[in-house]
């Protein structure tokens, strides 16, 4: 009996990581759905900025895309300066560098994003945006704190999700053909469940929908990870909304 504290602490835990997991996966799949619907560029970054924004709890936010002489805000939330501001610099951020894998970087001298005289408290994050091998910008927050557990990786993914709205339409075709490749390694079935991981299904859900037992879709679900070698099932919904598979 004496277990049974520590046993339901555990427990306890364990049902608010899966509902923070849950979460996160969500509004992935809406951010991938906004991004479909938008009119164009500028309102897709917006309309993904504010669900990034959202789900992290943070009131200043921005897309930054890379130019010449600096970085133009695509879209901004909260103090963050206007959109089609030019922020003079900011090319040297290694978020920039190529080669640079790091998913975030925090510090001072690194809110130049924000109007003049704006303090901000709390920590920065900023997501690199890629695109056929080319560092093209980046997503990046003021976050009130390190924020919950597996937030970093779903915030790389948004920031994923934002490279169309930042890729020149001369390079757009050029990473789909490696892309259509994997795909095709897939088969009928694991091209069905990797459609639906977009909408953050667990395996139950996954099983509900496609009429199979969940650990038939969980074996799917670990089939289409290594095929696609996807770290986990965010990398892979945000393959299928690139690939068109989202349903």
């Known amino acids: 009996m004496q277990d049974a504290p520590p046993r339901l602490a555990r427990w306890r835990a364990e049902l608010r990581e899966d509902a923070t997991a849950t979460r996160q996966r969500r509004a992935l ?51 963050a300066r206007p959109a089609g501001a030019t922020v003079p610099g900011g090319t040297g951020w290694r978020t920039f560098s190529a080669g640079w894998t790091a998913p975030s970087e925090t510090g ?17 994050w900023r997501g690199g945006i890629r695109f056929a091998g080319q560092a093209l910008g980046a997503l990046v927050l003021r976050l009130p704190d390190p924020g919950a557990e597996g937030l970093d990786e779903t915030l790389c993914a948004f920031a994923a999700l934002l490279a169309p709205c930042l890729a020149p339409v001369s390079s757009a075709r050029r990473p789909r053909r490696r892309q259509d490749s994997a795909l ?64």
């Open 108 to 124: 001072p001298g690194h809110d130049e994003w924000l109007l003049p005289g704006t303090a901000a408290a709390g920590t920065e």
């Open 29 to 79: 799949a809406r951010a991938a759905e906004a991004l479909a619907q938008a009119a164009d560029a500028a309102h897709a970054a917006e309309a993904v900025l504010r669900l990034a924004a959202e789900l992290a709890g943070a009131r200043d936010a921005a897309v930054l895309a890379r130019g010449a002489s600096g970085v133009r805000l695509l879209a901004g939330l909260g103090a």
């Open 184 to 247: 095709r390694q897939l088969t009928p079935r694991e091209r069905q469940v990797l459609a639906l991981l977009p909408r953050g299904l667990s395996n139950q859900g996954l099983a509900d929908a496609l009429g199979i037992a969940p650990g038939t879709a969980k074996s799917h679900v670990e089939r289409i990870l290594r095929k696609l070698e996807c770290r986990d099932r965010t990398q892979a919904a945000v393959m299928a909304v690139e690939g068109g598979l989202s349903a």
